[in-house]
C-alpha cells in the first residue's frame, strides 16, 4: 500500500511541530522516518496511523483519503518501544487479542497466533506472560500482535530503543526479513542513523519539522545536500578557516580549495568522513593539516585513531580507522606526530549552503604511513 501526505502540518499550542509536508512513500518499501529528538518525525508517524489528527492537509492510503478516517478503519500494525503489551494476557492471548475483536473462530484463531509465533520464532513461549520475557521477545511478541491483524501498512515508533545492540542487531535482521516475506508497507521512526541505514530502502531525514532530506541510504550517505544532513549522517571531521586566495587557513593549517569553489563569506568549512583521509609522515601540496595521535582504540573491526590538531582548533578529536592488521605492522603511539592527508573534502561555503566536493591527489605510498585502502573506515561504526 501506498502513502501520500499533501501538506500536513501540525502545531502544539505555540509550538510548530510539523511545517507543511508532502510526502510520498511507495508500496511495499521499508523507510525510515530519522531524525533528532524534536524533529516531528514520532508526530508525522501518528498522524500517519490515526493518533493525531493534522491542523490541515490529507493523508491517503492506497489514493483513499483516509484524513477522516478513525484509526480502526486504517488497517495499520503499530509497535511501539515500550512493546504496549497487556500484563494481565499471555503471549498468545495478546497476540489474538485483534483477531477476537473481529470475532473470527477460535480454531482460526488459535491457527493464526500459531502461525505468527513460528514467523517471531517464539512458539514455545505462548503460555508465558509479558512480565516472563526479556525485552527482544516482548518486542517479538508486539510485532506479532501488530501482524495479526494482516495490515496494510506497518508502523513502528523507536521499536528498538529500549535494547541492547546485540538483540537490536538481531531484531532489525528479522523484522526486514518479515518485511520482505510478506510484502506489507514498513514505516518506523528512530533517531539511530545505523539503524536508519541499514534496514530501509529509502530514508526521510527530518529537521525541526520539516523534510531536511529524501532518498536512498546510499543517496544520504554520499551525497548529503545540506550541512545538517552531512553532520547527522555517521561521524565527521571538521575544519574552518578563513579563505585566502582559493586556500582556507586557520593558524598553521591550511587546506587547497578548487578554483571553481564558490565563496560567499571570508569564511568557509570543510568536513571530512574518517574514510576520507589517510596519514601520512609529511603534509602534502593541498594540505597542512598536522596532528597529534592522541587515543587509540581497539574496538570492533577496526583500530580507531583519535587525533588532536596541532597549531590549530577543532571543535571535536579527528577520527581515522585502520585494520588490526596495519595497526600491529604500523605500531601508533599515543603523541605521536603526523599529518592528515585528506582524499575527498566538503566545502561549505556558508553554513545553508549545499556542499561542494573537493578531491585531492595522493602522496606517493613511500610517504604514506598506512595506504588509503588500508584506512578505510566505517564511520557510523
Same mark, same amino acid.
Given at each position: 500500500m501506498s502513502i501520500r501526505l499533501s501538506n500536513i502540518s501540525k502545531t502544539f499550542g505555540q509550538f510548530q511541530a510539523l511545517q507543511p509536508i508532502n510526502l510520498e512513500l511507495p508500496k511495499g518499501q521499508f523507510t525510515a522516518l530519522l531524525g533528532p529528538s524534536g524533529s516531528g518525525k514520532t508526530t508525522l508517524l501518528r498522524i500517519i496511523a490515526g493518533l493525531e489528527h493534522a491542523d490541515q492537509?490529507?493523508?491517503?492510503?492506497?489514493?483513499?483519503?483516509?484524513?477522516?478516517?478513525?484509526?480502526?478503519?486504517?488497517?495499520?500494525?503499530?509497535?511501539?518501544?515500550?512493546?504496549?503489551?497487556?500484563?494481565?494476557?499471555?503471549?498468545?492471548?495478546?497476540?489474538?487479542?485483534?483477531?477476537?475483536?473481529?470475532?473470527?473462530?477460535?480454531?482460526?484463531?488459535?491457527?493464526?497466533?500459531?502461525?505468527?509465533?513460528?514467523?517471531v520464532q517464539l512458539p514455545h513461549l505462548a503460555k508465558r506472560y509479558p512480565a516472563q520475557l526479556s525485552g527482544g521477545q516482548k518486542q517479538r511478541v508486539a510485532l506479532a500482535r501488530a501482524l495479526a491483524i494482516n495490515p496494510r501498512v506497518l508502523l513502528l515508533d523507536e521499536p528498538f530503543g529500549?535494547?541492547?545492540? =546485540? $538483540?537490536?542487531? /538481531? %531484531?532489525?535482521?528479522?523484522?526486514? *526479513?518479515?518485511?520482505?516475506?510478506?510484502?506489507?508497507?514498513?514505516?518506523?521512526?528512530?533517531?539511530?542513523?545505523?539503524?536508519a541505514l541499514e534496514l530501509s530502502d529509502q530514508v526521510v531525514l527530518m529537521s525541526h519539522g520539516r523534510i531536511e532530506q529524501q532518498g536512498s541510504p546510499k543517496e544520504l550517505f554520499e551525497r548529503p545536500q545540506s550541512r545538517f544532513a552531512f553532520e547527522f549522517l555517521g561521524h565527521n571531521n571538521l575544519f574552518q578557516g578563513q579563505l585566502q586566495h582559493q586556500r582556507l587557513v586557520q593558524g598553521q593549517a591550511w587546506l587547497q580549495l578548487n578554483a571553481t569553489s564558490s565563496a560567499t563569506s571570508e569564511q568557509g568549512t570543510v568536513l571530512l568522513r574518517p574514510h576520507e583521509l589517510s596519514l601520512a609522515n609529511q603534509a602534502s601540496e593541498q594540505a597542512h593539516l598536522p596532528m597529534q595521535i592522541t587515543a587509540i582504540n581497539l574496538?570492533?573491526? =577496526? $583500530?580507531?585513531? /583519535? %587525533?588532536?590538531?596541532?597549531?590549530? *582548533?577543532?571543535?571535536?578529536?579527528?577520527?581515522?580507522?585502520?585494520?588490526?592488521?596495519?595497526?600491529?605492522?604500523?605500531?601508533?603511539?599515543?603523541?605521536?606526530?603526523?599529518?592528515?592527508?585528506?582524499?575527498?573534502?566538503?566545502?561549505?561555503?556558508?553554513?545553508?549552503?549545499?556542499?561542494?566536493?573537493?578531491?585531492?591527489?595522493?602522496?606517493?605510498?613511500?610517504?604514506?604511513?598506512?595506504?588509503e585502502r588500508q584506512l578505510a573506515y566505517n564511520s557510523l561504526t
Open positions: 492537509g490529507q493523508i491517503f492510503l492506497d489514493q483513499q483519503d483516509v484524513t477522516r478516517q478513525p484509526i480502526k478503519d486504517r488497517q495499520v500494525g503499530l509497535v511501539f518501544q515500550n512493546y504496549a503489551l497487556f500484563r494481565h494476557m499471555t503471549v498468545a492471548d495478546n497476540i489474538a487479542f485483534g483477531l477476537k475483536l473481529r470475532k473470527l473462530a477460535k480454531a482460526e484463531i488459535h491457527k493464526q497466533v500459531m502461525a505468527l509465533l513460528e514467523m529500549a535494547l541492547d545492540e =546485540q $538483540v537490536r542487531q /538481531e %531484531l532489525r535482521r528479522s523484522l526486514r *526479513q518479515l518485511h520482505d516475506q510478506l510484502g506489507f508497507t514498513s514505516v518506523f521512526v528512530t533517531h539511530d542513523q545505523q539503524e574496538v570492533g573491526p =577496526q $583500530v580507531q585513531i /583519535e %587525533l588532536e590538531p596541532q597549531g590549530w *582548533q577543532s571543535d571535536k578529536p579527528w577520527q581515522v580507522g585502520i585494520s588490526h592488521q596495519q595497526f600491529h605492522q604500523w605500531q601508533p603511539e599515543r603523541g605521536q606526530l603526523c599529518f592528515a592527508v585528506p582524499h575527498l573534502a566538503h566545502f561549505f561555503a556558508s553554513h545553508d549552503s549545499p556542499p561542494q566536493s573537493l578531491r585531492f591527489e595522493q602522496l606517493s605510498k613511500s610517504s604514506q604511513l598506512v595506504d
